[in-house]
């Protein structure tokens, strides 16, 4: 009932706070967050779960209780967490939080409606973790995408009515795309009642699908593996299907942009992993090469829209679709520490661009412009800010004993040796240039807009920032740091999960 | 880990605790940080000394401290798992290195107490802290018993090395010479992170020494012909340590990635002397050397590494022969010295190229702290055509200053003399076999000439002649902090030549090589990483003129000929009282060396005039052609569905409700439907 009560607290919390008044909405969805995030890092101690929670693996905090019978098809409400989705939870939570005390400072209208979508967004993105029955999970999936709209919709910048429905049927377009295909895959499938993902999956590695509709089953398999990338490719995202994704960030106010880039471009790289890399894996072979190729003009290509970039967030933004690239990477590479890093890349970039989005916050709520031209010297008068965001750089930079090192240098190691990918050494060199790429862009950024004498062009008084700012990237710092030095707080448990999908490969 | 070695870890851990107290209260300590920073080194020095100690009594230690992350992986040689660790290896290699770093450390931090704080200096906290992170990665590098904690450890020197060439982030040169170290250094990163991967990939081991040690695998592989990724087993072995050398070009500041280097001077001259002697650049070739059996199996490589080597020496020297500004002088030096380094390794001249990694250690601290003591005297002027004369005024400066330069133009019986003779002997005996290495050794056998002219130049110019502005005649005063760095590494300069007097050994027969046997094994040693260990890989051929003794003066007598006769030319044109630049002799030259072989112009244009053209073009196709086909489809989409048009309100909350609602019917639908409500 763990799971349950996590996300129990947070819907309650949002309707609470829906109703509390505006002055002290802040404060009491940040009381309210605090129940989930202690509960989930109580969770994260006391996890027992051994295996893939898809592949007969032992759950942590499992529930399953009949819903409801469609035809012959049963739904069940079926949660529970294994190593994979443990880590993504606690994630969620206290991303959560810190995202409420980083709002304090911009969010001054609305209080209490943004702060209940924001419990609901965390209600929502638990769900979709601890889902293991395809409708709840698709329910909880949808459901993310409603208060995300309306946080960019009504609290984001002059743009924001464009790119909130931007966002929002893009990533529905996309989400129909999946929907119908894995439907379409579970009545081909033959002894399959419920909606449940092990039991899919059990049969999907068991035969596969049946004939449907004339349609070949194996020719099924692949349509729908390749509708299924698709349509998690928009929400990843992936080059070219990421053009949603900077006009959200840019729209979106910082601490929609934290969850967003944190938590909601992880439910597009976690559910390629449950359903196409774990369902599908003679797909995942035949299509490695194409894969590969995508994750790499990701990497590139992402890193390099980064580096034309003038506004702060655009430059994060883009960043986002280079190291999602990474992910990708060592998804395709499928060994253990491919497959292994991605998972650990996910919370790791969650971290490290909630950080940077932040950051980039604290330094918009001082000046109200992110344009690199409009300032420079910034370090003279937010020091501590600055240092911070400097030090988040770094991370994003991949540097060692940060989280982001580990992460990609994990994924590098597994894709260079993968027996599954043709040329996976050539792949992984040139996806590698990235880390070349982002300390160019980064650093020309942090020249330009901290360093130097100090000017600003808004003419507006630059102090240091309040604690409550700064307070939430301490805390991200912190975790950082302190999943680079001891990575194996989470990898263990993440390769306990990873081990039974790539089965007898390594 | 027992005895001595239980104390290892805390040698790195001091100055790392040093950086979280300058950071965290260094503005409330007296000194802002700068005694915790001295205390700290002062601390990981005694320590390495009893390190050294320790493995002169015939300990070595070699161990694994703490287990980062452990896996399955299928390698290129059949090992099923790997470990990445931390661990520490203590040989006589590691423990000479460390002495050399938590000296000049120390030496560095007591300097910047008369350098730093006396002038109204703000930020100094961020300074110690710095200093003290920079120190803690160095010799956490030093300690590393794999390549993938070097490589850690090697990336934060780098991001050391940005915060404290950028220290001054007030100026608009600053940041962007702190930027410009990262990046370059980033690029040869990117080379040796491939390299780590691609050993870790081949071998499923990342070990320097010991049975399990990716050096001991690759000469198994050779041995047994096994293909790696395609490759034969040999030229597996030289594209990965080639790879690997990117990281050292990047570090060391060799052709063509040497860039950096110059321009890094915008930071404090204290950390110059640190960076140049023993920390960022020391590192490169501290890495080829503790690799060094890796390298020795590929004569390919060993070869690309003394070409390189004897290139950047020259290429670097000629460059210093113009320059006005006392600490860029010091910085071509550097290049150039770090060229004769991996000359020497180059041709299997591990112990010769050691020897001048410590005299360079030395005798670079030494100029870099007599250039910011200098810079002190004269007022915050670098320029040395406004100096001269000063050799009166501060007579420990000249006279310690003096000894570094002796030591770097190479006049026995300095210690740089004793090195780099050493270097080019070795070279030399290769040469005579090898074609490729006479052509190295000849361009550094040149450079000789330059040094010796661009160090009497510049020792010249500063001291000598008469003071040619009001502030050489009447200098500010330094103390104490400053000069007694200066006698500690100036009595080095002379006097560490004694470690290894080779030629004298050969002629007189007397066994006084100590550092050769200190490599080779005559005290502790750990198997396979001795001297001896690694003559036996290299492949080259050794010649000689006549007989060795021949050879050995030959050379000497050649090298030390042109060191004296670019001093002398040196002192000609420019001990004079008031001297004239003479750069009109060498015509179009001047500009072509003025300009630094255009090295900056071609580097800024692949990054200003190539990739950021690209990264715009990238975004305009983004903006137009992919964004467009979206915006397309959606507008084609909106125009079939007019007539939904009457609830596209445009005000988004109407948006919010009919989404709400909408989802809560679907919740009611589903729920009657299951039977929920009965």
């Given at each position: ?8 607290v947070?819907?309650v919390?949002a309707?609470?706070?829906?109703v509390?008044?505006?002055r002290v ?9 605090l ?5 989930s890092?109580w ?21 399953q209780?009949e ?14 967490l ?9 994630l969620?939570?206290v ?5 409420i005390?980083?709002?304090?400072t ?14 609901f ?36 910048g002059?743009?924001r009515k464009y ?12 989400s129909?795309?999946?929907?119908g295909a894995?439907?379409a ?5 033959p ?12 049969a ?25 990338f ?26 929609a ?10 439910m ?14 003679d ?8 894969i ?7 990497v ?5 829209l ?5 506004d ?18 060592g998804?395709?590479?499928?060994t253990q ?24 916050g ?33 991370g ?5 004993l ?8 994990t994924?590098f ?12 050494p050539?792949?992984t ?5 990235g ?11 942090l ?9 600003l ?40 999960a ?6 007898g490969?390594? | 880990?027992?005895?001595a ?8 851990a001091f ?19 700068a ?14 000394v009893?390190?050294l ?15 980062w992350?452990?896996?399955?992986a ?8 790997i ?6 290896l ?13 000296l000049?450390?120390?030496l ?6 008369g ?13 110690y ?5 920079f ?5 956490s ?27 001054w982030?007030?100026t608009r ?5 702190a ?19 691609a ?21 198994t592989?050779?041995?047994?012909g ?16 080639l ?7 990047g570090k ?40 060094f ?12 590494i003394?070409?390189?080597g ?6 670097a020297?000629?460059m210093g ?10 910085a071509y ?11 020497g390794?180059?041709?299997?001249g ?25 810079i002190?005297?004269m007022?915050?002027e ?12 501060a ?22 003399f004793?090195s ?22 000849a361009m ?12 009497f ?12 502005t009001?502030t ?33 050994a ?5 066994d ?6 200190w490599?080779d ?43 004296v006769?670019?001093a002398?030319?040196a ?8 001297p004239?630049r ?5 015509g ?8 630094n072989?255009y090295?900056?112009e071609y580097q800024?244009?692949?990054a200003?005039?190539?990739?950021l053209?690209?990264?715009r073009a990238?975004d305009?196709f983004?903006q ?9 489809v959606?507008?084609?989409?909106l ?26 019917a679907?919740l ?11």
């Amino acid at each position: 009932m763990m799971i349950e009560a996590l996300i129990a607290v947070a819907l309650v919390g949002a309707l609470v706070t829906f109703v509390a008044p505006n002055r002290v909405a802040g404060k009491l969805a940040f009381a309210i967050s605090l129940v989930p995030a202690a509960l989930s890092l109580w969770m994260f101690s006391a996890f027992d779960g051994v295996g893939n929670a898809l592949l007969e693996g032992d759950l942590a905090y499992e529930s399953q209780y009949e819903w409801l019978e469609l035809s012959e098809y049963t739904i069940s409400w079926f949660v529970g967490l294994d190593g994979i989705s443990m880590p993504l939870v606690v994630l969620t939570t206290v991303l959560c939080t810190l995202a409420i005390v980083s709002s304090w400072t911009p969010i001054d209208e609305r209080e209490s409606q943004f702060y209940g979508l924001v419990l609901f967004i965390e209600a929502n993105l638990i769900g979709v973790f601890a889902a293991l029955d395809f409708f709840v999970w698709f329910i909880f999936w949808e459901a993310v995408l409603i208060p995300m709209y309306l946080l960019i919709g009504v609290w984001g910048g002059p743009r924001r009515k464009y790119a909130a429905i931007k966002f929002f049927v893009y990533t529905n377009v996309a989400s129909l795309l999946m929907f119908g295909a894995f439907i379409a895959l579970v009545f081909a499938l033959p002894e399959v009642t419920t909606f449940a993902l092990p039991e899919i999956a059990a049969a999907m590695l068991a035969g596969g699908p049946e004939a449907l509709f004339g349609v070949a089953g194996s020719t099924l398999a692949s349509i729908v593996f390749v509708a299924m990338f698709l349509g998690f490719a928009v929400k990843v995202p992936v080059v070219p299907f990421h053009t949603w994704l900077p006009d959200a960030h840019v729209e979106a106010p910082t601490p929609a942009s934290v969850l967003l880039a944190g938590v909601l471009l992880k439910m597009g790289t976690y559910a390629l992993l449950r359903f196409n890399f774990t369902m599908f894996p003679d797909q995942v072979a035949a299509y490695s090469v194409p894969i590969a190729a995508i994750a790499v003009i990701s990497v590139i290509y992402g890193a390099m829209l980064a580096l034309a970039q003038t506004d702060l967030k655009r430059i994060v933004a883009y960043s986002s679709v280079s190291s999602m690239g990474y992910v990708i990477l060592g998804l395709i590479a499928y060994t253990q520490f491919g497959v292994g890093g991605a998972t650990f890349q996910m919370v790791s970039h969650g971290l490290i661009s909630g950080l940077m989005f932040m950051a980039v916050g604290v330094i918009y709520n001082a000046t109200h412009t992110r344009m690199v031209t409009d300032m420079s010297g910034l370090a003279d008068r937010m020091p501590v800010a600055v240092g911070i965001l400097v030090a988040g750089a770094f991370g994003y930079m991949g540097l060692p004993l940060m989280s982001g090192f580990y992460g990609e240098f994990t994924i590098f190691f597994g894709s260079f040796h993968s027996q599954l990918l043709e040329y996976a050494p050539l792949f992984t060199a040139a996806a590698m240039f990235g880390i070349v790429i982002v300390a160019g862009y980064l650093l020309f950024a942090l020249q330009r807009t901290v360093f130097g004498p100090y000017r600003l062009e808004t003419d507006y008084e630059v102090g240091r920032a309040p604690l409550h700012d700064v307070a939430p990237m301490f805390v991200l710092l912190g975790l950082i740091i302190l999943l680079g030095v001891a990575p194996e707080l989470i990898f263990e448990m993440i390769t306990d999960a990873v081990d039974p999908i790539i089965g007898g490969e390594v | 880990m027992e005895g001595a070695f239980s104390y290892a870890p805390a040698i790195a851990a001091f100055p790392l605790v040093a950086f979280v107290v300058a950071l965290a209260f260094g503005k409330y300590m007296p000194k802002k940080g700068a005694l915790a920073g001295i205390l700290a080194t002062a601390g990981s020095l005694l320590l390495s000394v009893v390190m050294l100690v320790a493995v002169a009594s015939g300990e070595v230690y070699h161990g694994t401290i703490y287990e980062w992350a452990v896996g399955d992986a299928l390698t290129e040689v059949g090992a099923d798992g790997i470990e990445f660790t931390f661990g520490i290896l203590i040989d006589p290699l590691s423990a000479l290195m460390l002495v050399i770093v938590s000296l000049v450390a120390f030496l560095v931090h007591v300097f910047s107490l008369g350098y730093m704080n006396g002038e109204g200096e703000t930020g100094l906290p961020r300074y110690y802290a710095g200093l003290g992170l920079f120190t803690f990665s160095m010799l956490s590098f030093v300690l590393a018993d794999n390549l993938l904690m070097a490589f850690m450890f090697f990336e934060l020197v780098g991001l050391c090395s940005f915060l404290l060439i950028g220290f001054w982030f007030r100026t608009r040169s600053a940041p962007s010479a702190a930027k410009k170290a990262f990046l370059v250094t980033r690029f040869g990163d990117y080379f040796f992170l491939i390299g780590v991967v691609a050993i870790a990939s081949t071998f499923g081991t990342l070990q320097f020494a010991g049975e399990e040690s990716f050096v001991a695998a690759a000469e198994t592989a050779i041995a047994d012909g096994t293909t790696l990724f395609g490759f034969g087993p040999e030229t597996w072995v030289t594209i990965t340590g080639l790879l690997v050398l990117g990281g050292v070009i990047g570090k060391s500041a060799q052709f063509p990635l040497h860039t950096w280097l110059p321009d890094a001077m915008e930071g404090p001259t204290t950390v110059s002397a640190l960076i140049h002697a023993a920390t960022m650049v020391a590192a490169g070739v501290y890495l080829v050397a503790r690799m060094f059996g890796y390298y020795a199996q590929s004569p390919t490589a060993l070869s690309i590494i003394a070409f390189v080597g004897g290139f950047t020496a020259l290429f670097a020297a000629t460059m210093g022969v113009v320059k006005d500004d006392i600490k860029q002088v010091l910085a071509y030096s550097t290049i150039s010295q770090y060229g004769y380094m991996m000359l020497g390794m180059g041709v299997g001249g591990y112990v010769a190229g050691v020897f001048h990694l410590m005299n360079h250690a030395f005798f670079k601290a030494l100029l870099f702290l007599g250039a910011g003591s200098v810079i002190v005297l004269m007022h915050h002027e670098q320029d040395m055509w406004k100096m001269g004369g000063l050799k009166d005024k501060a007579p420990v400066t000249y006279w310690t200053f003096l000894a570094g330069a002796l030591a770097l133009a190479g006049i026995v019986p300095f210690s740089g003399f004793w090195s780099k003779d050493e270097v080019l002997y070795d070279a030399l005996i290769v040469g005579l076999e090898q074609p490729v290495i006479l052509a190295a050794y000849a361009m550094g056998l040149l450079a000789v000439f330059f040094t010796g002219f661009y160090t009497f130049r510049m020792v010249f110019l500063t001291f000598h002649g008469e003071p040619r502005t009001d502030t050489a005649e009447n200098p500010h005063s330094v103390g104490w902090s400053i000069k007694f760095p200066l006698v500690v590494l100036g009595a080095l300069a002379l006097l560490a030549g004694v470690a290894n007097l080779a030629p004298v050994a050969k002629l007189t027969g007397m066994d006084i090589t100590y550092l050769e046997f200190w490599l080779d094994g005559e005290y502790g040693y750990v198997e396979g990483l001795t001297y001896h260990d690694y003559h036996e890989l290299v492949a080259f051929e050794e010649g000689y003129i006549s007989s060795e003794t021949v050879t050995m003066l030959l050379g000497a007598g050649l090298s030390l000929g042109l060191a004296v006769a670019g001093a002398v030319t040196a002192h000609v044109l420019y001990n004079v009282p008031e001297p004239t630049r003479h750069t009109a002799k060498l015509g179009g030259a001047y500009d072509v060396l003025r300009s630094n072989y255009y090295q900056d112009e071609y580097q800024v244009w692949l990054a200003e005039g190539l990739t950021l053209p690209l990264a715009r073009a990238a975004d305009r196709f983004d903006q137009t052609v992919i964004d467009g086909v979206v915006n397309g489809v959606s507008t084609a989409s909106l125009f079939g569905g007019d007539r939904v048009k009457r609830i596209q309100t445009g005000i988004v909350t109407n948006y919010a409700a009919l989404l709400v609602a909408g989802f809560i019917a679907l919740l009611l639908v589903l729920g009657f439907i299951g039977g929920w409500f009965l």
